[in-house]
């Protein structure tokens, strides 16, 4: 849930339609492995991390793919266990004996402005003291979505999870809530300091704001010249939580992403994928990698 939270902006440009007038939404990849008499597919499909209510269902094609498919992979099931998240958000999230607030590691003149956040969402500051700076930094990224009017709790993954539990069907994920949180968590106390410092400069300049209308419109519209853009622009953002999102977030996860859709592929003979759309696109994407090693990679949208 921590790698890309984007807003939705709902008719912000054009949109690609599906046989019946359902908009097509994010990038849907068809991935095939051939050996000998047996095929199996993958259908790899992008997604973001909140939504709104309007978004749903998805267009024939993939809901297709889901009905028929033996499995659904995913980054994390944001509805499997909740001791487990519970546990990665203590371990890399919360000071530990006592440590904080993440306001003390802040420059002087950051912490009225951290103030003026925390009241406009409505967030008491004694909830928020035992977390690190990474974690509170997310926590005003959630909030300012939220006043938007989008929701963590309609994310395409929840709605994912939600229709393969109706149907019975196996979930597996890629990879785990702790390996995500480790990643923030290998920030030192002055990086973490940095990322903070620099998404409240992003709220306040309403640059967070823009960026996410962007990535938005992109989304929604299944727009592949603006979702490659994005990706140009951040790997190319040279500050610090821009290259965080490209190197680490991204760069280092895309691979064992795309390792785990091999695996995956090889057992199964249908399956559905659905990562972040953020990992779709640009250089070194989970789509390129995959024809490195090969497979047949055929983009649907």
Same mark, same amino acid.
């Given at each position: ?12 440009? =054009?949109?690609?339609? !599906?046989? @019946?007038?359902?908009? %097509? ?6 991935? *095939? ?7 199996? +597919? ?10 709104? #209510? ?42 530990? %004996? ?10 002087? &003149?950051?912490? =009225? ?8 969402? @409505?967030? =008491?500051? =004694? ?18 979505? *939220? ?16 229709? !393969?539990?109706?149907?019975? /069907? #196996? ?10 949180? &480790? ?8 990086? /973490?300091?940095?990322?903070? /410092?620099?998404?409240? @400069?992003?709220?306040?300049?309403? *640059? ?14 299944? $727009? ?7 990706? $140009?622009?951040?790997?190319? @953002?040279?500050?610090? &939580?821009?290259?965080? +999102? ?7 996860? %895309? ?13 199964? #003979? ?22 490195? #090693?090969?497979?047949?990679? *055929?983009?649907?949208?």
């Amino acid at each position: 849930m921590f790698c890309c939270l984007f807003v939705f902006t709902a008719g912000l440009a =054009p949109r690609a339609m !599906a046989a @019946d007038g359902i908009p %097509n939404r994010g990038a849907l990849f068809r991935i *095939e492995q051939q050996a000998g008499e047996v095929r199996n +597919v993958t259908w790899l499909f992008g997604t973001i991390h909140v939504g709104a #209510k309007h978004f749903y269902p998805l267009e024939p094609r993939i809901t297709a793919a889901l009905d028929q498919a033996s499995v659904l992979a995913l980054e994390v099931d944001p509805l499997g266990s909740q001791e487990d998240i519970a546990r990665a958000v203590r371990e890399y999230g919360m000071y530990q %004996n006592g440590r904080g607030p993440a306001a003390a590691e802040l420059p002087a &003149s950051y912490r =009225p402005r951290l103030d003026r956040l925390l009241r406009q969402y @409505d967030v =008491p500051p =004694p909830s928020v003291a035992p977390m690190k700076p990474w974690m509170l930094a997310s926590l005003l990224t959630v909030r300012e979505f *939220e006043r938007q009017g989008y929701q963590t709790e309609l994310a395409v993954e929840v709605w994912l999870s939600k229709g !393969a539990r109706a149907r019975k /069907q #196996k979930i597996v994920e890629l990879e785990s809530v702790h390996s995500q949180m &480790s990643l923030f968590g290998r920030m030192s106390t002055a990086d /973490q300091a940095l990322f903070l /410092q620099e998404t409240i @400069d992003a709220i306040d300049g309403s *640059e967070q704001a823009g960026d996410a209308r962007a990535i938005a419109s992109a989304w929604a519209s299944a $727009d592949q010249a603006a979702l490659d853009g994005i990706a $140009d622009k951040t790997a190319t @953002d040279d500050t610090f &939580s821009g290259r965080f +999102v490209s190197r680490v977030l991204l760069d280092e996860r %895309n691979p064992l992403l795309a390792d785990g859709i091999v695996k995956l592929l090889a057992r199964e #003979k249908l399956s559905v994928a659905a990562i972040g759309v953020l990992h779709l696109v640009g250089k070194n994407s989970v789509p390129e990698l995959l024809r490195r #090693k090969g497979l047949r990679v *055929e983009r649907v949208y």
